[in-house]
């Protein structure tokens, strides 16, 4: 018996038994577009994370000022302290923070940002030039303020992308232009690059950098700083810098219990640990869920071709009776799984790759995860040709008069 | 045994000793044959009648290699069928059996003509000769015009005729036909027949059992199954 007469078995079969075929073919398919789907999505969740928190300087470390933690008596007389521009000196001593490359003190407050008819809110951020590689900001157009215009506590201001886009227009490059902040006129000499939302109320690019000096005469006053934003001097050293300034700063607001600091450090390395611990647990997930349908899906091909094996056992033993050979019947019916799975593979894939297209709310995208493509294909139709291929096996080995009397 | 068919050949087709079968254990255990002995030579046509029950479709699946007796030898061609394994009796129901079942045994949803050409396909003939053979068997049994029909769209008596065109498609040189005609009218039985009796020209050997005094009476000799127990009839044409 040649392959082409065991195809065309296999092929007549699955058409005289449609319904049942196609029901097959659904477990199938919801299995492997399921596990595509999930898989993709995690994978994109995860992409959209990591892209916001590259976000963050590379290389910095941000002290923000809080209250002390722990219960009240613990820290009896551990009043709060606030950071000062002498936290900021002292973190720039070479000698105490050797691995300190740049110190840039940081206030922030909000104010009315105005040009014209237009007005809005937004977070008018004061540091020293170095802030823009600490906090990762790119000027695209313009440039950013220098060491002059700190000095001279000139009023110029760099604009978020969105707020050049509010105040002047979108893709606008109001370079030279002038913004009120809070009534002050500033002076427009750079634009930063886009960066997108980074989560809510975080959005770098509603932000407008001026000088420290610049925004403490105008809107803050010469006193405490919001944040100090560190640089350490390689991504090998930043660990090493920030036990640095953890030891500066605990000696300055002396503090002996570091359960109660009155501050706390952010680093990108940080951030990127927990989030990437809280990503694979995600991804995990996600692929527990993605696993669970493969499995229902297999467990639904079992029963079908479990079913379809048993209810064709008269047919079987009829092929039999005419001399089909164990070996024919088999090959038959593995052909028939190996068909209905491949078909409906190739199916659930183009289901699965063509729901990843579809846009998400939130801006990010689905990722196709092409190890979790083959991983889907190849475990359903190993599924469906072991359950096919197994019952068949079993019915083929039956004496012919058996498999006959089977109803 | 009948003297034409000791001239007619040598080693006997069919040789049963002492076979029996039993269907079940203990308590409900049926003795559908109890220690028969059947010599069939060459050539020979032989009618297997007897009551409901008493164990002929029993002898014949056994004779079929369909299935296997509880204990007794069978030899085939000098063969013990119990030597074969499962891949050798397929071929050798393929080459040398046409087997016609009571109960037609068709494949559901599947067409005439491909059930016809069933048989060769697993002997391996070719499409083209697969198709010339399954007309011309067609032909024979007045089906040519339902080539296409599937088993639930044709008559009792055209699925037996289908049958019997399956079981004759690849010439077998043996045939055992399990009531081959139960389900036609007189005309179509006498062309069954007729077509029966232009094998037995050409040397085949024949086993079929029957319920009906005529169709048994074409044969060269009748056996008659009582209980489990074979009898040769008396009074056999010579
Ligand atoms: N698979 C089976 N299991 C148990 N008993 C069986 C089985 N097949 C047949 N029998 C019993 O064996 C006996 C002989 O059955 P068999 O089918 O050979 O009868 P038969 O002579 O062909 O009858 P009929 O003329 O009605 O076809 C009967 O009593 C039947 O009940
Ligand atoms: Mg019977």
Do not use: W
Request: with cysteine.
């Amino acid at each position: 018996m040649s392959s082409v007469e065991i195809l065309r078995f296999a092929v007549r079969a699955l058409v005289a038994n449609r319904l049942r075929s196609l029901l097959t073919m659904l477990g199938i398919v919801i299995g492997i577009a399921a596990v595509i789907l999930l898989t993709a999505l995690g994978n994109g969740a995860a992409k959209f994370i990591q892209s916001q928190i590259t976000g963050l300087g590379a290389n910095s470390i941000t002290v923000i000022a809080r209250a002390a933690s722990g219960t009240a008596g613990a820290s009896a007389g551990a009043s709060s302290r606030p950071l000062t521009a002498a936290d900021a000196a002292a973190l720039a001593d070479p000698q105490g923070a050797p691995d300190v490359a740049y110190v840039a003190p940081v206030v922030q407050t909000s104010a009315t940002v105005a040009s014209g008819p237009n007005s809005e809110t937004d977070t008018v951020i004061g540091s020293t030039p170095d802030y823009f590689p600490g906090a990762n900001q790119v000027v695209a157009s313009g440039r950013g303020y220098d060491q002059a215009d700190l000095t001279a506590a000139r009023p110029v201001a760099v604009l978020g992308r969105t707020v050049a886009d509010d105040m002047f227009g979108v893709g606008s490059v109001p370079l030279g232009r002038t913004v009120l902040l809070n009534g002050s006129p500033f002076q427009v000499i750079g634009i930063l690059q886009a960066k997108g939302q980074g989560g809510p109320g975080a959005n770098p690019d509603t932000n407008v950098l001026a000088p420290l000096t610049a925004v403490q005469s105008t809107f803050t006053g010469f006193g405490n700083l919001n944040q100090i934003v560190v640089g350490a001097r390689t991504t090998d050293s930043q660990n090493a810098a920030e036990s640095e300034v953890y030891s500066i700063i605990d000696r300055r607001h002396g503090i002996t219990n570091p359960n109660n600091r009155d501050y706390q450090l952010i680093s990108s390395a940080q951030i990127a640990q927990v989030l990437d611990q809280t990503l694979s647990t995600f991804s995990l997930l996600l692929a527990g869920i993605a696993g669970i349908s493969l499995l229902v899906g297999g467990i639904g091909i079992t029963n079908i071709m479990l079913v379809s094996v048993t209810e064709r056992t008269r047919e079987i033993g009829i092929r039999k009776a005419l001399g089909a050979t164990p070996s024919a019947i088999l090959a038959q019916f593995l052909v028939e799984s190996v068909i209905l799975s491949a078909l409906a593979g190739a199916i659930g894939v183009a289901i699965g790759i063509g729901g990843t297209l579809i846009p998400l709310p939130g801006g990010f995208r689905a990722v196709v995860v092409p190890g979790a493509v083959i991983a889907a294909v190849v475990v359903s139709i190993a599924i469906g040709v072991f359950f096919g291929g197994y019952p068949a096996r079993r019915a083929a080995r039956l004496r012919p008069i058996e498999a006959l009397r089977r109803e | 045994m009948t003297r034409a068919a000791d001239d007619r050949s040598e080693a006997p087709v069919l040789d049963v000793r002492r076979m029996s079968k039993v269907y079940g254990e203990g308590e409900t255990a049926v003795h559908a044959l109890r220690e028969v002995d059947l010599l069939v030579r060459r050539g020979e046509y032989v009618a297997v009648v007897g009551q409901s029950g008493s164990g002929k479709s029993t002898l014949l699946n056994i004779l079929g290699c369909l299935d296997a007796p509880t204990s007794g030898r069978y030899l085939l061609d000098g063969l013990d069928v119990a030597d074969l394994d499962e891949r050798q009796q397929s071929i050798l129901r393929n080459r040398q059996i046409g087997f016609i079942f009571q109960s037609f045994n068709l494949i559901p949803r599947t067409t005439t003509f491909a059930n016809v050409e069933l048989p060769m396909v697993y002997a391996g003939v070719s499409r083209r000769g697969r198709r010339e053979r399954t007309r011309a068997a067609l032909d024979l049994v007045g089906l040519a015009d339902r080539a296409d029909h599937r088993p639930n769209q044709l008559s009792g008596g055209q699925q037996q005729r289908v049958a019997v065109a399956r079981a004759l498609v690849t010439r077998p040189a043996l045939l055992l036909a399990d009531e081959p005609t139960g389900n036609l009218d007189s005309a179509s039985t006498e062309d069954v027949l007729d077509l029966f009796d232009g094998l037995h020209a050409t040397g085949r050997t024949i086993v079929l059992i029957t319920h009906e005094e005529r169709v048994a009476a074409r044969a060269d000799r009748t056996v008659v199954v009582t209980d489990g127990r074979l009898a040769e009839q008396a009074g056999a044409r010579p």
